[in-house]
């Protein structure tokens, strides 16, 4: 797979902008009414890491990391600063924080996922990319040890229990993760405005599927 599990430097995708993107198709009925669909199950995220001023040192860290991922032909892990917890932003991620499937007594894998509310409806998003050290897992309100009761996939977010879950159970977590990207662009320019600091005016990237 053309991916590579190393992720952006975090200090420069700090004040990107961007977030997620959904498509929909909308048609107008000849009496005034749409109908609406999407061939999307999932929604793609799109940032521009393109931040202005920074200095020649983190230009050549940018321009190093996108000549190793060869352009757009590598993926790689960026953190959204904006959404990268199971839980509130502000307090450390905990086992309780989303659930993600209920046992029934035989399967042992699970996928990690994170459940966006509002309204009385929800939007479901699997999460590929847990970031390493940081997923904490719960049966029924009591917390297991990493490596004693469970393992963790970190290049798929796939969680494996050594024993499977009572019926019923509920299976909760708690996670940092990261976005799987790609650049979308083949050419990076910069502009040195001084001796000490250099432009970046366009850095686009977008969420692949893995």
């Known amino acids: 797979m053309n991916f590579h599990e190393v992720r952006?430097?975090?200090n420069l995708s700090f004040g990107s902008v961007?977030?997620?993107?959904?498509?929909?198709?909308?048609?107008?009925?000849?009496?005034?009414?749409?109908?609406?669909?999407?061939?999307?199950?999932h929604s793609r995220r799109r940032y521009d890491a393109g931040v202005g001023m920074r200095s020649l040192d983190d230009v050549e860290t940018l321009i190093a990391f996108f000549e190793a991922r060869r352009g757009q032909l590598f993926g790689f892990r960026w953190k959204d600063w904006s959404d990268f917890k199971s839980g509130t932003p502000s307090v450390e991620p905990n086992y309780v924080d989303q659930l993600i499937d209920w046992g029934d007594g035989e399967r042992t894998q699970f996928q990690l996922t994170k459940r966006y509310k509002s309204g009385g409806h929800e939007y479901v998003r699997p999460i590929q990319k847990p970031v390493v050290g940081s997923v904490k897992i719960g049966i029924q309100g009591d917390q297991l040890q990493e490596s004693i009761h469970f393992e963790v996939d970190d290049a798929t977010g796939l969680i494996t229990f050594e024993t499977a879950p009572d019926i019923n159970a509920e299976v909760t977590a708690g996670f940092e993760f990261d976005v799987p990207v790609r650049f979308d662009t083949d050419r990076i320019q910069t502009s040195v405005a001084s001796f000490q600091a250099g432009d970046v005016p366009n850095v686009p990237v977008m969420e692949v599927r893995v």
């Open 8 to 10: 952006f430097p975090a």
């Open 18 to 41: 961007g977030g997620p993107e959904r498509r929909t198709e909308v048609v107008t009925l000849a009496n005034g009414f749409e109908e609406r669909n999407t061939p999307w199950a």
